[in-house]
């Protein structure tokens, strides 16, 4: 297995040095960025994806991913950024803080989320995460062709599984990966995926879009969005809307992917995993799951970061939320730190390049 993963990289390598693109996305000359539907003052970009598989009764030919930027290229060095489960890219405080730090930011909605999100599809389906390599490798050629010859990954929870699976196969494309509470291992013991996994790929093969039970509490959206008890205004229905319904084969493809960080990848760039301090699962509200993660595992996080690549750093950051920027005010500053840590000490071409 890990031969082949060395061919495709060293091909994806090859054909980005040598070849003309053929993406789905239009040359300088023709890219018509428009006004973004969801942030004043951003701009986003279609990217379509006519070729990619549609399952039940979507609409052949209806994929389309979108890429969001902050502003006109500005420096050399740029983020490339990929949401989680539910959710679309709207943390534009965090947009700005990249941006003091000397980076152009890039954010993408993956098919079938938020502004790529479309009617009569099946919303966050996807029955191989690798599948969203085609829409990143889209990304990424953007992003390089407006100047951009340092690009940092960024990405959060189920995107920071996703980041981590593309950056494995793309060798030399990323100066350094920023994974905020990757979704890298299931909850509970050490059993749970491995008994689980068979069971879930054969139901796949059967029935691949079957909803599974769904288990959301709500108290992250308490948490977090300003129509509860939160901080944060967003577009309710592109994060944490019910129409995101876990499906088999939607889950049978995050076991897949957690089972290739347990068998270990090769990320050939600094990590940063940054998670909270502390997971909290009491299954009644109480306030204290404003200071932990609520959503996922960071002890199991932690356990299997190692597992990412040759160089790896473990941030734990005590009172985080689930995404860890969307914690309260001085939790926040704390995770911008560590990323301007970070980003300083592991990434000095970055800095190099801005100068």
């Not at 996807?126 to 951009?148: K, P, Q």
């Not at 050939?268 to 299954?283: E, W």
């Amino acid at each position: 297995m890990r031969t082949q993963t060395s061919l495709r990289a060293r091909d994806w390598q090859k054909a980005t040095r040598t070849t003309t693109s053929t993406s789905a996305v239009p040359p300088d000359a023709q890219r018509q960025w428009l006004p973004d539907t969801e942030l004043p003052g951003y701009e986003l970009l279609p990217i379509p994806l006519p070729d990619e598989p549609t399952y039940a009764m979507e609409p052949e030919g209806s994929l389309v991913a979108t890429l969001v930027r902050r502003s006109h290229p500005m420096s050399r060095r740029a983020v490339l950024y990929v949401h989680g489960w539910s959710d679309y890219f709207f943390q534009r405080h965090l947009a700005d803080e990249m941006a003091g730090l000397g980076y152009d930011f890039y954010a993408v909605d993956l098919r079938r989320y938020g502004r790529s999100l479309r009617d009569r599809q099946l919303a966050g389906y996807i029955a191989n995460l690798s599948d969203y390599f085609t829409e990143l490798d889209e990304a990424l050629e953007v992003v390089r062709s407006e100047g951009h010859d340092d690009v940092v990954l960024m990405g959060h929870s189920t995107g920071g599984l996703t980041a981590s699976l593309w950056a494995h196969e793309r060798p030399g494309a990323f100066s350094a990966v920023v994974l905020n509470a990757p979704w890298l291992e299931l909850q509970a013991n050490s059993l749970l995926r491995p008994a689980t996994q068979p069971v879930l790929s054969a139901a796949r093969a059967v029935a691949p879009t079957t909803a599974l039970p769904q288990l959301d509490t709500g108290f992250y959206r308490r948490c977090i969005s300003s129509s509860e008890e939160g901080e944060w205004d967003y577009n309710l229905n592109l994060k944490g809307d019910p129409a995101f319904l876990i499906r088999v084969g939607w889950m049978a493809a995050i076991l897949d992917g957690h089972a290739r960080v347990a068998a270990g990848l090769s990320i050939d760039c600094p990590v940063l995993v940054a998670i909270s301090a502390r997971s909290d699962f009491r299954r009644s509200w109480d306030e204290g799951f404003r200071l932990a993660d609520i959503v996922l595992d960071v002890d199991r996080i932690a356990s299997r970061a190692p597992k990412l690549g040759d160089l790896v750093v473990i941030a734990r950051i005590p009172d985080a939320m689930h995404d860890l920027v969307l914690s309260r005010t001085d939790v926040r500053e704390r995770v911008f730190s560590e990323y301007s840590r970070f980003l300083t000490a592991y990434a000095p071409e970055a800095d190099r390049a801005a100068n």
